[in-house]
């Protein structure tokens, strides 16, 4: 079955704790994205990522970091996160650079105390 | 730069009710129009995009969406509502960094209650 999927799906940490989100996809997709959801602010692109090994800054993102070694995996990073990164986190992928559609994983709803 | 407007909040309908979901948008050239659904706890599903062509698009689960260059809109449709199309509904349209690169741009999500 293909799917992204993303651990953990929550998660409650203090201000200045590293944390790393994990996003997998077994669709052999060139493309993986980070977005992050507020509300009333719908969602907005933190990092994408073209190939492994090629990143780039999407709309926000300070206070983030991400890395592509495999073509499968997209981690994102919060070093020293704290109480503004508190939000909905989607990884998504798709085949190409071209948006025709996204597959997006699950979620995290990540809090910072 | 591109942007998607969404300008209910929440939109109710009654279960076999028509349903409409609006979304304007701005780009330069030809947009490229998408409309995502997200359920409770899930994350976002494509339910259809406009490339070109028919101005009217069918999608996933019976919506449509119908496109209208002179008023710049794409607004989602359904001739009749079922009480599980109650999710959040954005609206996107592809856009451009400064480095060339496409991005998608979300709207800010519109919520479709459906009542029994």
């Known amino acids: 079955e293909a799917q992204v999927t993303q651990n953990p799906r929550y998660l409650i940490t203090v201000t200045g704790k590293k944390l790393t989100v994990t996003c997998s996809q077994n669709?052999?997709?060139?493309?993986m994205s980070w977005y992050r959801q507020d509300p009333g602010l719908g969602l907005r692109q933190i990092y994408y990522s073209m190939n492994v090994e090629v990143t780039d800054k999407g709309d926000v993102p300070e206070g983030y970091k991400v890395s592509r070694k495999e073509k499968r995996n997209f981690p994102l990073i919060l070093e020293s996160p704290s109480p503004n990164q508190t939000s909905l986190y989607f990884c998504a992928t798709n085949p190409d650079s071209s948006y025709n559609e996204q597959f997006f994983g699950p979620g995290t709803r990540l809090t910072v105390l | 730069a591109q942007s998607v407007a969404q300008p209910e909040d929440q939109v109710n309908v009654a279960e076999g009710n028509p349903l409409t979901v609006k979304c304007t948008y701005s780009?330069?050239?030809?947009?490229?129009l998408f409309w995502y659904v997200q359920y409770p706890n899930r994350g976002l599903q494509f339910l259809l995009k406009?490339?070109?062509?028919?101005?009217l698009v069918k999608g996933s689960y019976g919506f449509e969406a119908e496109f209208n260059k002179s008023q710049t809109s794409f607004h989602l449709k359904k001739p009749s509502a079922l009480v599980s199309d109650s999710a959040l509904y954005f609206c996107?349209?592809?856009?451009?960094?400064?480095?060339?690169?496409?991005?998608?741009?979300f709207g800010t999500g519109t919520r479709l209650l459906v009542s029994p």
């Open positions: 669709m052999n997709h060139e493309y």
């Open positions: 996107a349209v592809r856009g451009l960094y400064d480095t060339g690169f496409q991005k998608l741009v």
């Open positions: 406009y490339i070109t062509g028919d101005n």
């Open positions: 780009v330069s050239g030809n947009p490229y």
